[in-house]
């Protein structure tokens, strides 16, 4: 693993991040301690979490049990809280189990943050993110009929300059350090940075985006926005919700897996991602490769990657993910995961 700085703002973070999103419904509490205790004993410094976690499925009952399994874990080892990289989220318009789907604005800010606080048993949050943007976005496959339309720029930009006031406010309280994205376009990026520049609050330090050898969106546009203005992408699903461990292939659909409980995976289950998957298994056999381990390893040559978050449902899953850490891929290796690319591309 690496190190990579978190934007501009002198935190380093590992460029493997461990992901909770199932802590809570997939995951039980002591397992949840128990991968927590083996990402750090592995070198890993970076934890992300969400207010709306866990998922797999969303409920109302277990909203915000992901932070407060985290934060009983704080509370049971307060001397190790400085030894990791602490993210979470806030959800926004539209996500009726907080706040009654109320937008990201300088109003729901504090509250959201002081919630998050209380169920993580911590005084400080180090990266708190905006979980999607107010006006929508064209991730989890709303690319195909996205039309960036019926919005007020004015307006647009009005809230975004009064959220980051509000986090500034939250900056200054010490209740927060840094400030991310998630889900969000090269445009809206460009404008949060734009309006910090002007002094409306804190700089975008990193995008929490999905991102694999199957979800490439960030190729182009964002990555060229993230190489120069230091705003490094946090992958999300960088297995490809697990498509790419190949579990899936041949119709298999093992017992307590996310397509056991979300059949749709989020609109990835398609006839055509399984094409996809088989070449790139096909290159890993080739080359004497594990799938996970190649797949995370790729995504760590991408110029523009601060962290991929990977997630692991159970500890052994966690220890064969933590065994191909240090992966390093050949040319060789990446001149045919170009072409399985070229010849597969946007697979859902």
Not at 31 to 50: E, P, R, S, Y
Not at 127 to 136: E, K, T
Not at 169 to 184: M, Y
Not at 191 to 211: F, K, T
């Amino acid at each position: 693993m690496e190190m990579k700085p978190l934007g501009r703002t002198g935190i380093m973070v590992t460029d493997l991040c461990l992901g909770t999103m199932t802590f809570g419904t997939q995951t039980t509490e002591a397992d949840a301690h128990t991968q927590i205790d083996m990402a750090l004993d592995a070198g890993i410094n970076f934890v992300d979490a969400a207010e709306m976690y866990p998922v797999n499925p969303i409920s109302k009952e277990t909203v915000g049990r992901t932070e407060e399994i985290l934060g009983n874990w704080n509370a049971a080892h307060s001397s190790r809280r400085a030894d990791y990289v602490l993210a979470t989220k806030h959800s926004g318009a539209g996500f009726a189990h907080a706040r009654d789907g109320a937008p990201i604005s300088g109003q729901t800010i504090p509250e959201a943050i002081e919630g998050s606080l209380r169920r993580l048993k911590t005084d400080c949050i180090d990266l708190y993110q905006f979980h999607w943007p107010n006006r929508g976005s064209y991730m989890f496959r709303q690319n195909w009929t996205y039309a960036p339309s019926g919005h007020n720029t004015d307006e647009v930009l009005d809230n975004m300059r009064e959220c980051l006031e509000a986090l500034q406010a939250q900056v200054d309280k010490g209740n927060i350090r840094a400030f991310g994205l998630s889900n969000e376009s090269a445009w809206g990026t460009a404008q949060w940075l734009r309006l910090a520049e002007d002094g409306a609050g804190p700089r975008v330090a990193s995008v929490q985006n999905e991102y694999s050898l199957m979800c490439r969106h960030f190729d182009t546009d964002m990555a060229e926005l993230s190489v120069h203005e230091d705003v490094g992408l946090m992958a999300f699903s960088p297995l490809a919700a697990g498509f790419l461990t190949g579990k899936y292939q041949g119709g298999a659909v093992p017992e307590g897996s996310r397509m056991s409980l979300v059949p749709e995976m989020g609109g990835r289950h398609r006839a055509r991602a399984f094409d996809a998957v088989e070449a790139y298994l096909e290159v890993a056999a080739r080359h004497g490769l594990d799938p996970v381990h190649m797949a995370l390893a790729w995504c760590q040559t991408r110029p523009f990657m601060m962290s991929a978050i990977f997630g692991a449902t159970s500890v052994e899953q966690l220890a064969h993910i933590l065994s191909g850490k240090d992966l390093q891929l050949s040319d060789e290796v990446l001149a045919d995961i170009t072409e399985a690319h070229r010849a597969h591309p946007m697979p859902f």
